[in-house]
């Protein structure tokens, strides 16, 4: 057992029932309230602070494949053409179902599917 050997330490005593008088005690309040309007104006000043993208998104490097590096491990994003099942034949909707059924089946990993609403070119469908 290592024991420490403490040289040059002196022990300071501190009068507790040192009694203030009345400016003393006001000057001292004042001075404990100038200190806490100064952290609130820190704390402030911290929260105006925007972290940048490189902090807020978990991206660190895209690969050759295409596919994103992040923090824990590999993102890939894929866009789905969409199709409007209703227009359709009953056989065309099958098929377009039986489609993404097959993709549910042999697609093991997990994913996540964002639908996006983006502004559309119909003039051709109006004309």
Known sequence: MNIKKFENFNIIKKNKNIKLSKEEKKKIKLENKIKKKELKEL???NKKIFNTNKQVLPFLDVDEDESFITKDGFLDIYQIESHDIYSFSDNET??????????????????????MNFPVNTVKQQE
Request: proline content about 0%; cysteine-free.
């Open 94 to 115: 099958q098929i377009y179902i039986y489609n993404f059924i097959r993709f549910l089946r042999s697609y093991s990993e997990d994913f996540k599917i964002i639908a």
């Open 43 to 45: 704390k402030k000043e």
